[in-house]
């Protein structure tokens, strides 16, 4: 029972810190009495009564040791989140979004059938395992099956990073005895243990270096770095422009009905199936290799709905 009413207690204070973090985040500088009043009217408030100053600080200093983002103060501007915390690149901005959301799932108990958000296939499985074993620089050991085996392997692994793409998690990680690293997809892993076997982090290695020209998570040595250019459909240019194909994507040409997208990064497989979603909208224009590869993937469609 005791260990019951602990865990409620503690899912109740991460909720709370959630509520206070998207809060402030919604205000460029928000005062204390403001604070105490949205949480008056929040769902998360059972009795309705003000938030307790002291209560207030115990939470910002939670927040900062929890998830590293610090609540600031100015005499003018009120509460903030540093700027340091907002960065729009990498974990944190990933972690405020999921928290905002999180949030909005919290203030709107009564509407919880008309929020629908999508699953993250095997997130709460082994994302923790991982995470940890990252912290303390030590080795895993995983059974693995790809879709495209009926058996598993298994494998000791050293975990150099993971990467979120297209709602599914990957680990970055050094196989024993191989000499590069390699990419796996956590709903792929059967089964994963931690051990007490350490690894070294190389000190050249860094993730965004690693997967900048990449379009998701192929990294292919046959395959360089180029320059992609793409012609895209007006219609289809505002979903660009609000959500970039890739982080080096720069408009080079403007006209009524089409533009130009320039890219630098590898023209790989997995890219050139992430295009045919735009049916005729998106044309490739090079390089040569791409389009190839784009058209080939057009004429199997068609061929396996028969025609010719």
Same mark, same amino acid.
């Given at each position: 029972m005791c260990i019951q009413n602990g865990t409620a207690m503690a899912k109740n204070y991460f909720n709370r810190y959630i509520w206070l973090i998207d809060t402030i985040r919604q205000h460029d500088g928000i005062s204390f009495q403001e604070i105490s009043d949205c949480w008056c009217k929040s769902q998360l408030n059972e009795t309705g009564a003000p938030l307790p100053e002291r209560t207030f600080f115990n939470h910002r200093q939670a927040i900062l040791e929890t998830f590293d983002i610090d609540i600031r103060f100015d005499k003018q501007r009120g509460y903030y989140l540093s700027d340091e915390s907002t960065d729009q690149q990498g974990v944190r901005s990933w972690l405020l979004n999921s928290l905002s959301v999180n949030n909005l799932v919290n203030e709107c108990a009564g509407m919880r059938d008309r929020v629908l958000l999508e699953e993250i296939p095997s997130a709460?499985?082994?994302?923790?395992?991982?995470?940890?074993?990252?912290?303390?620089?030590?080795?895993?050991?995983?059974?693995?099956?790809?879709?495209?085996?009926?058996?598993?392997?298994?494998?000791?692994?050293?975990?150099?990073? +993971?990467?979120?793409?297209? *709602? $599914?998690?990957y680990v970055l990680a050094l196989p024993e005895g191989d000499s590069a690293p390699r990419i796996f997809a956590l709903d792929r892993i059967t089964a994963l243990k931690p051990t007490d076997e350490p690894f070294e982090m190389p000190a050249s290695f860094d993730a965004e270096h690693y997967f900048a020209g990449c379009f998701g998570i192929v990294?292919?040595?046959?395959?360089?770095?180029?320059?992609v250019r793409l012609k895209v459909d007006s219609k289809q240019r505002p979903y660009f422009e609000s959500r970039k194909l890739h982080w080096s994507q720069r408009e080079t040409e403007r006209h009524e009905t089409w533009s130009i997208f320039e890219y630098r990064m590898a023209p790989t497989?997995?890219?050139?199936?992430?295009?045919l979603q735009?049916?005729?909208?998106?044309?490739? +224009?090079?390089?040569?290799? *791409? $389009?190839?590869?784009?058209v080939d993937y057009a004429y199997g469609i068609l061929a396996c709905y028969g025609e010719k």
């Open positions: 709460d499985k082994y994302l923790s395992v991982i995470t940890e074993a990252m912290r303390e620089s030590l080795k895993l050991n995983m059974a693995y099956r790809p879709f495209d085996k009926d058996e598993e392997s298994e494998k000791t692994i050293a975990p150099y990073c +993971l990467k979120l793409f297209k *709602l $599914r998690w990294v292919d040595e046959d395959v360089p770095v180029e320059t497989w997995d890219l050139a199936m992430d295009l735009y049916h005729g909208q998106v044309e490739v +224009l090079s390089p040569a290799s *791409l $389009r190839d590869l784009v």
